[in-house]
């Protein structure tokens, strides 16, 4: 029916719009009209023009099939399919849609706690909650609700001092811009993500020592051999992720502490892995694209570390969120960010990889996400729609090839004061409505505020250990973008995968 009418409503302005304009042309004219010019001009030139758009448009949806037709074609032959195998190119393109990375280990620092699972029981608990800050004020003098983590929590003085020790190089290397001593943001981020780069590389280190002690003689008839003939070391990938505020020379300076703290002391992982290190500033959502294209595209590497940090605990960045109406306040921007910090990092192997038979290792199969934008951000007044999100649960779900009803849990970082409450319950209450919104959901947002390019990493980190304790797939939906909307599944490892290792 609404069909009919739509057509129907079609033919009216098409009527309408032929009528004023043969009207308006005779009264020009001085044109005296008679029954022949009636007929002719009001009855048959309407419907002429109407067929004649029609046909029009009928035209541009057949040469928009072709063309889309061709795309797929050209992309099938830039994959190298088969020739005269369409049915080969998608099901090379479904096999890579449906592809998974194990996620080996997740070490997230929040004011949660020092854990991932800390999260998990923050975000089920309902604390600890944000509280107005003893430092941090608005415009209005009064104090600025946050979620601020331990000072003794974060050993700032020793991260300061590396820091330091490092500005004389990074100026050397940095040309232009300013070059700043390190702000404070930058120094309370950096701090949260010295535990987990720490646990990341011990972990690594520790493997490295048990493939050695799985050789007959320990690994020293490898140490014997001159550099040139000994075999290749496994390739380790860092993707590092910083808040896209954060300057030129602030990003050097994290990347050069980032390689110092993941070297060590005394050469670290560069005895073992073939280290190559990369940074993103921008969201979350972004970060993880870019580890997701990383991870599956034809230069990956074994071993794909990915690390995020952020911090909006000083008085420049409340400024910038008040300057941008941004900052939470009750009265006037109930739905603005409440300023948090964290630091969170992944460590991804191939969906084959097995670890070694004297290392307990828990994995986690990682689906390909989906990333939707948003017509208008979140903040936008007016109504609330969920449209992006659903559909990129949809795809998440057809690329990790579950149903909705086999999701255990939900996690993301949306919260419960600003807008995408209502976007992520209107979207579970059409698609999920099994999932309890007290015992199966669990919103980080809403106990660690805005955490910025580290959020993604949390929700996974958090995620991961819901998998661990249910041993059901998981949702993950990163929410923190204002236009970004991501999902993807995590699921335990197949039976047969636990019998390989």
């Not at 009418?5 to 304009?21: P, Y």
Request: aromatic share 4%; net charge negative; with cysteine.
């Amino acid at each position: 029916m609404s069909t009919f009418f739509r057509a129907l409503a079609f033919l009216v302005a098409v009527c309408c719009l032929t009528w004023v304009g043969v009207l308006w042309w005779w009264q020009r004219t001085g044109h005296s009209a008679e029954v022949s010019d009636l007929v002719l001009y009001l009855g048959l030139l309407p419907l002429a023009v109407a067929l004649a758009l029609l046909g029009l448009r009928w035209a541009w949806q057949r040469g928009a099939a072709g063309r889309s037709a061709s795309a797929v074609a050209a992309a099938g032959g830039a994959n190298e399919a088969p020739a005269g195998g369409a049915d080969a190119a998608g099901g090379a393109e479904a096999q890579a849609r449906h592809a998974v990375v194990q996620l080996v280990l997740a070490q997230a620092h929040s004011v949660a706690g020092e854990q991932a699972g800390d999260l998990l029981e923050a975000a089920a608990a309902g604390k600890p909650l944000p509280r107005p800050d003893q430092e941090l004020t608005n415009d209005d003098g009064l104090p600025v609700l946050c979620a601020r983590m331990a000072d003794p929590a974060l050993d700032l003085e020793t991260v300061r001092a590396e820091l330091e020790a490092l500005l004389p190089a990074v100026r050397q290397q940095v040309t232009g811009g300013p070059q700043h001593e390190p702000g404070e943001q930058v120094l309370r981020a950096l701090a949260a993500l010295k535990g987990p780069l720490a646990a990341q590389r011990d972990w690594l280190l520790d493997l490295h020592q048990a493939q050695r002690n799985a050789l007959a003689d320990g690994g020293a008839a490898i140490d014997r051999l001159p550099p040139a003939q000994r075999p290749a070391l496994p390739g380790l990938r860092v993707l590092l992720g910083w808040p896209e505020h954060w300057s030129a020379f602030d990003q050097a300076l994290a990347r050069a502490w980032a390689e110092r703290c993941l070297q060590g002391e005394q050469g670290g992982l560069a005895d073992g892995y073939a280290m190559a290190v990369t940074s993103l500033a921008g969201s979350g959502e972004a970060l993880w694209l870019r580890a997701d294209q990383m991870s599956h595209g034809a230069g990956r590497s074994p071993w794909l570390l990915v690390a995020a940090c952020d911090s909006d605990l000083t008085g420049e960045r409340v400024d910038a969120l008040a300057a941008a109406q941004r900052l939470y306040d009750a009265t006037t921007c109930p739905g603005g960010c409440i300023p948090g910090e964290a630091a969170a990092a992944l460590l991804l192997a191939p969906a084959d990889w097995v670890p070694p038979a004297d290392m307990e290792v828990r994995t986690v199969r990682l689906h390909r996400p989906a990333l939707l934008r948003r017509d208008k951000p979140i903040e936008s007044p007016g109504r609330v729609r969920h449209r992006e999100l659903a559909q990129a649960l949809e795809q998440a779900l057809v690329a990790a090839q579950v149903a909705p009803a086999d999701l255990a849990m939900l996690v993301c970082d949306a919260d419960l004061h600003s807008p995408r409450s209502t976007e992520l319950y209107g979207m579970a209450v059409e698609a999920l409505s099994h999932l309890d919104p007290v015992e199966d959901m669990r919103l980080l947002g809403k106990v660690t505020g805005h955490t910025g390019a580290a959020s993604a990493l949390l929700v996974l980190a958090a995620a991961a250990e819901a998998v661990h304790a249910m041993k059901n797939p998981t949702l993950a939906l990163g929410m923190s973008d204002a236009h970004l909307r991501m999902a993807l599944v995590l699921q335990p490892p197949h039976e047969g995968d636990d019998a390989a290792a």
